[in-house]
C-alpha cells in the first residue's frame, strides 16, 4: 500500500524546492501507481504514492492538522490490520478523526499517545510524523521489518524514503561504499538490522522508533520477544497454533481484497492458502494461487537436501484438494536474465539473480489478477523447517549455523581490503553481537537454550533477507503480498514453545498437526523443500563468465578489490565442478558468484562512489 518519502530541514528554508520533493515522490510510482500526494513547509515535506487495495480505509495516506502555528502531519505506508479496535481506543480517549482514512486515524492516535501510539498497531507498515511544534521528525517500523524505510541524516536535516531511490533522488545524498561493509554485500545474510552498505544510509529497523531532531538522532526499540517457560500440551500448543493462524489469515483478508497466494505445494504455503479459501468461500470468492516452475527442470534438476523435489506436481495437487484456480509460470533462463536488470532497480541495493528474476516474474503474473496476496514465507524462520536445525553439529559451532563450510566471497579480497575487513573478526563479531540479544531464559537447558539462540540467529539476518526480497519484487509492480507467519502475537507465542514440541513428528510437526484437515497427505508427507532455484548450465555459464571478467579487466569498478589469482583459482574450481562444499541456502557452487557479479551491476547502475 505505497511508498512514502521525506525531507525535513532544521536550518534552511525548503519550502521552495517542491520539485526535489515531487522527484522524490516519483520514484515511488510502481508502488503506488493509483494516488499520489505531497505537502511541503518551510523546514519539513512529505510525499506518498499510493495503491488501492481495496480497503475502506485507504483513502489517503497523508493526514495534516494545524495547531496554532505549527502543524503536525503524519504519513503512511502499508496495512494496518487493527484499525477498528484502534478507532474506539482513539474515540475513548478524546481523539476525533476527521474520516475514516487509516492516516487520520493514525494521527489523531499520535496526539493522544506521542510515540507510543506505534505500540498499538498491528500491521506491516512504515509511519514518519513531523511534529512542528517540537521540530521533531518521528519514523517508525512495524515489529517484524515487513515494510522498509531507509534515512539519511546530514548537518541540520534528514531525507528518507521507502527505498533508497528516494533518497538518491535529493542532492543531499551521494552514494558512496562503506568498505568496511563489503562482508554485507558479499553475503547480505550477515547484515544486522538498520544496516546498509552504503555510507550515511540507515535503515529504519525493525520494531524500532528513529527521533530527529536539530540536537542529533535517537532511537529505541519499542517490541522485544520475551522468554517464558511453556506449559500447554503439543496437542493445545497444535490448537492454539491453529487458532491463532486462523484469526491471523482473517485480519489480513479483512483489510483489502487478498485474490491471490503462493503456493509451492509444501505445508506452509498450503497452510495459508487452504485457510484463506475457506474465509473466501464464504463471500463467493475463489482464490488464485500460483507457483513458479523452470523450463530447465525436465533435463537439469537433480535432488538436493534443501531441495529434494520440484514444487508444480505438489503445488497442483494441493491447489486441486482445497479448491484454488491455479497459475504455474514456467521460467526460462531467457526469461530470468531478462528480468535480472528490474530486480536491481526494484532493490537499489545488491540483489540476489535469479533467485530475485523468479520471483519477480511470479508477481507479474499475480499482478494481473490481484492487487493484494498471501504467502506462507518465514514459517521455517519460526517453526524450524531447515535441515541444518536437525544437524547436532551445525547447532553446535560457534558460529552462525546457516553459514555452511563452502568459501566466502569476503576471503577472496585483497590483502589490503582484508586489512580493513577483518572478514574472520567481523563474521565473530557480528555472531557475538546477535547471541548477546538473545531474551534469556533463567535455568533453562543448556540444550534448549542453544536452540532458542538458533531460531534467533535465523530469525535475523537470513529472514531479513527473504523478507526484503519478498517485498521488493512485489512492489515492483504494484502487488501487496501480506505474511501472515510474521504476525508479532504468532511469532511471541512460537518464541516460547521448545524445540521437542516443534519438531514432534519430524520437520514441523507441530505445523502439520495444527492444519492435518486441511492438507493433502502429499503435503503433509513431503520433504521440506526451499524456494526453487534454476539449475542450468547456461545460467551457471552466464555468471563464470562475468565473474572472470569482474575479476581480469582492469575496466572492471570492483576487481583492484579481489586477490586476482586466487579469485581467478576460485572461479576456476567452479567451472570444473571441483568445489563441493555446502554454502548459505543450499546454493549450487556457480551461485555463490552472484553476490559479485550483483555487486558490480549495483556499482555501475546506480553511481556508487568506491575510492
Known amino acids: 500500500m505505497s511508498g512514502i518519502v521525506g525531507w525535513i530541514d532544521f536550518r534552511r528554508d525548503i519550502g521552495t524546492r517542491s520539485d526535489i520533493l515531487e522527484a522524490m515522490t516519483g520514484t515511488m510510482r510502481h508502488r503506488g501507481p493509483d494516488s499520489a500526494g505531497v505537502w511541503l513547509s518551510a523546514h519539513a515535506g512529505f510525499g506518498y504514492r499510493g495503491l488501492d487495495t481495496g480497503a475502506v480505509e485507504d483513502g489517503g495516506l497523508l493526514a495534516r492538522l494545524d495547531l496554532g502555528d505549527a502543524a503536525v502531519a503524519l504519513v503512511v505506508a502499508g496495512p494496518i490490520y487493527n484499525t477498528g479496535e484502534l478507532r474506539r481506543e482513539v474515540e475513548s480517549a478524546g481523539g476525533t478523526p476527521r474520516s475514516g482514512a487509516t492516516c487520520e486515524l493514525l494521527l489523531q492516535a499520535y496526539l493522544i499517545w506521542g510515540d507510543r501510539f506505534v505500540e498499538r498497531l498491528d500491521g506491516m507498515f512504515t509511519v514518519a510524523v513531523w511534529d512542528g511544534r517540537t521540530r521533531r521528525l518521528l519514523l517508525a517500523r512495524d515489529r517484524l521489518g515487513l515494510k522498509p524505510l531507509y534515512y539519511h541524516g546530514y548537518a541540520g536535516g534528514v531525507v528518507f524514503a521507502t527505498e533508497p531511490k528516494g533518497i538518491l533522488a535529493n542532492p543531499r545524498f551521494t552514494p558512496r561504499l562503506e568498505l568496511s561493509a563489503l562482508p554485507i554485500v558479499l553475503q547480505p545474510r550477515l547484515t544486522m538490522p538498520g544496516e546498509t552498505p552504503l555510507v550515511g544510509l540507515r535503515e529504519v529497523a525493525p ?55 503462493m503456493l509451492s505445494g509444501g505445508v506452509d ?41 520440484v514444487d508444480a506436481p505438489y503445488a497442483a495437487a494441493a491447489a486441486e484438494f482445497i479448491g484454488t484456480r491455479h497459475h504455474t509460470l514456467t521460467a526460462s533462463v531467457a526469461d530470468l536474465l531478462a528480468a535480472i536488470p528490474a530486480t536491481r532497480r526494484a532493490r537499489d541495493l545488491p540483489g540476489w539473480g535469479q ?16 492487487v493484494v496476496a498471501l504467502t506462507g514465507e518465514a514459517a521455517d524462520e519460526f517453526l524450524g523447517g531447515y535441515p541444518y536445525f536437525f544437524k547436532a553439529d551445525r547447532v553446535g559451532r560457534d ?92 511469532v511471541e507465542y512460537l518464541w516460547n514453545v521448545p524445540w521437542s514440541m516443534k519438531s514432534t513428528g519430524g520437520v514441523k510437526g507441530l505445523l502439520k498437526a495444527a492444519m492435518a484437515d486441511l492438507l493433502p497427505a502429499g503435503t503433509r508427507n ?53 568445489l563441493s562444499s555446502e554454502l548459505p541456502g543450499g546454493a549450487s557452487p556457480a551461485h555463490l558468484l552472484i553476490q559479485l557479479v550483483e555487486m558490480r551491476a549495483w556499482i555501475e547502475e546506480n553511481g556508487v562512489a568506491v575510492r
Open 207 to 261: 520494531a524500532e522508533i528513529v527521533t530527529c531532531s536539530d540536537a542529533g538522532t535517537t532511537t529505541r526499540r519499542y517490541w522485544e520477544l520475551t522468554s517464558a517457560p511453556h506449559h500447554e500440551s503439543f496437542d493445545k500448543t497444535a490448537a492454539h497454533l491453529r487458532e491463532l493462524l486462523e484469526d491471523v489469515v482473517g485480519r489480513q483478508l479483512a483489510t483489502g481484497v487478498p485474490g491471490g497466494a
Open 355 to 370: 533467485f530475485d528474476a523468479s520471483m519477480y516474474l511470479i508477481f507479474q503474473q499475480m499482478r494481473e489478477r490481484s
Open 526 to 578: 513431503r520433504r521440506k523443500s526451499a524456494y526453487p532455484h534454476v539449475q542450468s548450465p547456461q545460467y551457471d555459464e552466464s555468471l563464470i563468465r562475468e565473474a572472470t571478467w569482474i575479476a581480469n579487466d582492469p575496466a572492471s569498478p570492483v576487481g583492484w578489490m579481489f586477490d586476482t589469482a586466487r579469485l581467478n583459482d576460485l572461479i576456476g574450481q567452479i567451472a570444473a565442478d571441483q
Open 269 to 309: 504455503s498450503t497452510s495459508i492458502a487452504a485457510l484463506a479459501t475457506q474465509l473466501l468461500r464464504r463471500s463467493g470468492r475463489q482464490l488464485d494461487t500460483y507457483c513458479v516452475e523452470f523450463a530447465s527442470d525436465p533435463a537439469h534438476f537433480t535432488p538436493t537436501e534443501l531441495r529434494p523435489d
Open 399 to 490: 558460529t552462525f549455523p546457516w553459514i555452511g563450510d563452502g568459501p566466502r566471497l569476503v576471503d577472496y579480497l585483497s590483502p589490503e581490503l582484508r586489512d580493513v575487513v577483518r572478514p574472520e573478526q567481523d563474521e565473530r563479531d557480528r555472531y557475538h553481537e546477535l547471541l548477546a540479544r538473545v531474551p534469556k531464559l533463567p535455568g533453562e537447558d543448556p540444550a534448549d537454550a542453544r536452540m532458542r539462540e538458533v531460531f534467533y540467529l535465523g530469525m535475523s539476518g537470513p529472514l531479513a533477507v527473504i523478507l526484503d526480497r519478498k517485498e521488493r519484487m512485489s512492489m515492483a509492480h504494484g502487488l501487496e503480498v501480506r505474511v501472515p507467519f510474521c504476525d508479532h502475537r504468532l
